[in-house]
């Protein structure tokens, strides 16, 4: 069965750290797709990257970066010098290839201070 | 690109009575969209699968004659919650997939409902 686990339900740091939200993922395909998505207060879900399975590059975008281990069927969020406005609840999610149901983690909490 | 749009945004209503929430890709043809429920503090939900041009395929333990869905045209799906009950009290999101393009799905705003 599907099943997405984040185990921080909520992180509190200080402007300009470093923080890592996991996710980790349980699925039986060979072929699926892996989501983060953040919900800001207004709670308008923003897409902010799909990978497949089949690429485990991992990848970089301004300050985010997510690492995509199927050793570990981990695919983990980094927020680097964290700001403010990265406040808001982030989910993981997962799709099977024949299939287009996401499953959604619970959620990480992530509250940035100044 | 790949706007979807929700109406309302937030609708308050009585119980016994029924609310239609409307799902609108707005800048492309969506075959399929897809609704969640989200509780306060909670994780979202699928609860339906809409397919243009027929029955919506529901989630188990999702009460299709409470929830109808109709997706009539390739831009619009419409969720009508019948007979509202406090506990129906949620916010709710759609969301499309470009036709043709396996694993993207875009996201609405979102409804919030709330029954008194």
């Known amino acids: 069965a599907q099943k997405v686990t984040q185990a921080q339900t909520e992180i509190s740091v200080v402007e300009k750290e470093d923080v890592t939200l996991d996710c980790v993922y349980e699925t039986r395909d060979t072929t699926y797709y892996l989501f983060w998505y953040k919900q800001p207060p207004s709670g308008e879900l923003v897409f902010l990257i799909r990978?497949?399975?089949?690429?485990?590059q991992n990848e970089i975008s301004g300050r985010y970066s997510w690492n995509f281990q199927k050793s570990t069927s981990s695919f983990n969020f980094t927020i680097t010098a964290s700001q403010v406005v990265d406040s808001a609840v982030y989910f993981c999610a997962l799709s099977e290839d024949n299939t287009d149901k996401l499953i959604f983690g619970t959620g990480t909490r992530l509250q940035v201070f100044p | 690109g790949a706007v979807v749009s929700q109406h309302p945004s937030w609708v308050i209503c009585k119980s016994g009575t029924s609310v239609k929430i409307e799902c609108r890709s707005l800048d492309f043809q969506a075959t399929t969209m897809f609704w969640y429920r989200q509780f306060p503090k909670q994780s979202l939900m699928l609860m339906a699968t809409?397919?243009?041009?027929?029955?919506?395929?529901?989630e188990q333990g999702v009460e299709k004659d409470k929830f109808l869905i109709n997706h009539a045209s390739l831009t619009l799906s419409t969720l009508t919650v019948t007979s509202a009950h406090p506990e129906d009290s949620s916010f709710y999101i759609c969301?499309?997939?470009?036709?043709?393009?396996?694993?993207?799905?875009?996201f609405g705003p979102g409804t919030r409902l709330t029954v008194t």
């Open positions: 969301s499309a997939r470009v036709a043709g393009a396996l694993g993207e799905q875009y």
């Open positions: 809409s397919n243009e041009g027929s029955k919506a395929t529901y």
């Open positions: 990978r497949n399975s089949f690429d485990e």
